[in-house]
């Protein structure tokens, strides 16, 4: 790999950490303020909305200069957002405002491996980039729950500035100046990622013309026989990824009586399975034959199921791990495919604002869901079996789709791989 390479995954890993480690603190910060219930999962929507709404334009925009100075700026944005959530705007605008910088931040992240990198790396980068990031998940996540914990929190609390008064006073403040602090490190790592000599030119800035060739670009992909296989397999993983992040803290409190702190460190254990899956997957499994691991994603519908019979938090951890290997496993083939084919058809900022687009309606559609199940009282366990059901029932939709793809002449042993439109083998 490049050098260029792992600067990329160091400014990846501090960012996704910052994040991930913040939306602890904005739940906590949301039950500090006696919000309803319902605002939980809330705060998800309101992330991500930045994705939809924003999509036709952050592909051109990180499109348009060299992408570590997109990641910078985007990283400047999260760094807003946290500053507001200090500054008492409401946690679910404040959020939104990070969101805003998520959404410009993901198709430059995405995007500059297939400027730096051939075709041939790109499973093996995503398997490091997947791996980096859950790595900053796990991490994330429990340094969230750390932070917010009593002890912690007191320590934190207890550290006064001379002279200037900063106004934090609660855990959730405190732990959100903190993970602000991570966002500058990430910051100070994106202003060293190299140019890759691509040529940096936004056609238009028209945003009608650019809403227009983002329609194109969506269409393009979704008719590509290979490109909507794996634009359906992603979109369904990172709706069922989010709405299994509300899932396990509530499930977590009712089978097992932990406390936010404590079923924040349970996430943790579902992304060190994906950690796991992504490594076992960059290994073993080539862009060639990446359609092959889609019986995957049927399965791990069927072990999610299986958390209404667990009630003891070792067999719960194993559990966590094994949902996470499942989605590791079959999510990295997928995404080097759709990377792939989108920066064949499109480009590859375009391509990931494509991505992220159809990505994050699944995540405002899956959470949305669950929302509305909290908000009129649903009981977990019922959830669960919906949720379990869902993921395997569209799952084995999407391998019927690629299995009629096939007897139409598409398949991944065709010549052809550079070749736009037709979906043509690998």
């Not at 100046?177 to 056609?203: C, E, K, Q």
């Not at 375009?350 to 995540?363: L, W, Y």
Request: aromatic share 8%; hydrophobic share 55%; glycine share 10%.
């Amino acid at each position: 790999m490049k050098a260029g390479f792992y600067t990329i995954m160091a400014a990846q890993f501090f960012s996704s950490l910052a994040d991930n480690a913040l939306l602890i603190a904005a739940i906590a910060l949301l039950r500090e303020q006696h919000e309803p219930i319902w605002m939980t999962p809330a705060l998800k929507q309101c992330f991500v909305v930045s994705y939809v709404l924003l999509a036709p334009l952050v592909g051109a925009f990180a499109d348009s200069m060299p992408k570590g100075t997109v990641m910078l700026l985007s990283n400047g944005i999260k760094f807003s957002g946290c500053l507001l959530m200090l500054l008492s705007l409401h946690p679910l605008a404040a959020y939104a405002v990070v969101g805003v910088g998520a959404a410009a931040y993901s198709p430059a992240k995405y995007g500059i491996l297939t400027e730096l990198l051939p075709a041939r790396q790109l499973v093996i980068a995503n398997g490091w980039i997947e791996g980096t990031t859950v790595g900053s998940i796990i991490l994330g996540v429990l340094l969230g729950g750390a932070l917010i914990s009593r002890n912690v929190a007191t320590m934190l609390l207890g550290f006064d500035l001379p002279v200037w008064d900063t106004g934090i006073e609660t855990p959730p403040e405190a732990a959100i100046s903190v993970i602000m602090g991570l966002y500058v490190v990430a910051a100070i790592f994106n202003w060293y990622i190299p140019d890759t000599g691509v040529d940096h030119r936004m056609v238009s800035r028209n945003p009608i013309f650019l809403i227009r060739e983002f329609v194109h670009c969506n269409a393009l992909l979704w008719r590509d026989r290979l490109g909507q296989i794996s634009l359906a397999t992603t979109t369904l993983f990172w709706g069922a990824g989010a709405t299994l992040q509300f899932i396990v803290i509530d499930w977590a409190a009712r089978a097992l009586g932990l406390n936010l702190s404590q079923a924040s460190m349970l996430q943790g254990v579902v992304a060190i399975g994906i950690a796991a899956g992504a490594v076992i997957a960059a290994k073993i499994v080539s862009l060639r034959g990446s359609v092959s691991v889609l019986p995957v994603g049927v399965v791990m519908g069927g072990v999610v199921i299986s958390m209404i019979w667990v009630t003891q938090t070792p067999v719960a951890m194993v559990l966590m791990v094994a949902i996470g290997a499942c989605a590791g496993f079959f999510v990295v083939p997928m995404n080097a495919l759709l990377q792939h084919r989108g920066h064949v058809l499109m480009g590859a900022g375009h391509s990931i604002a494509v991505q992220n687009f159809n990505e994050n309606i699944g995540i405002l559609v899956m959470v949305g869901l669950y929302t509305v199940m909290v908000r009129y009282g649903l009981s977990v366990d019922v959830a669960i079996v919906i949720f379990g059901l869902s993921v395997s029932s569209l799952m084995a939709l999407v391998m019927l789709r690629h299995r009629i793809n096939q007897a139409h002449g598409d398949s991944l042993h065709l010549i052809g791989m550079d070749k736009p439109g037709g979906g043509d083998g690998l």
